[in-house]
């Protein structure tokens, strides 16, 4: 999350690639097909280049789908249950709050506003 916000307010123009990227990985496509546009993005504030980050985030989106889905450990308000995940990228993603706010809620595990759920 950190690093998307680091992203964020960057390079706005250059993140809005990456997070429209999280959201096609969101939807299903794998990173290694979204390499190409993501080895051209480097960020004066990064903690890793932005294709690392879409591999991480797919990564935590299985990992959700497959504790919070179903035969999980628990079951998910969410679905898909990797949509509570993608609904705290969107928030970084739109700035409305500032990082400290938006990770206290995701380690809280507090949802984030609705507004930024699947329609």
Known sequence: MFD??????????????????????YEGDAPEELAQDMSTLLFPMQLDEAMVNLVYTQLLMIE???NFGPGGTKESKYYPPRGFLMS????VASGED?????????VRN????????DS
């Open 4 to 25: 998307y916000y680091l992203k964020r307010i960057s390079e706005p123009q250059k993140a809005r690639k990456v997070f429209e990227a999280v959201e096609r990985i």
């Open 64 to 66: 959700q789908d497959f």
């Open 88 to 91: 705290f990228i969107r928030w």
């Open 98 to 106: 500032e990082i400290d706010k938006i990770i206290t809620n995701a």
């Open 110 to 117: 507090w949802p984030p506003p609705t507004r930024f759920k």
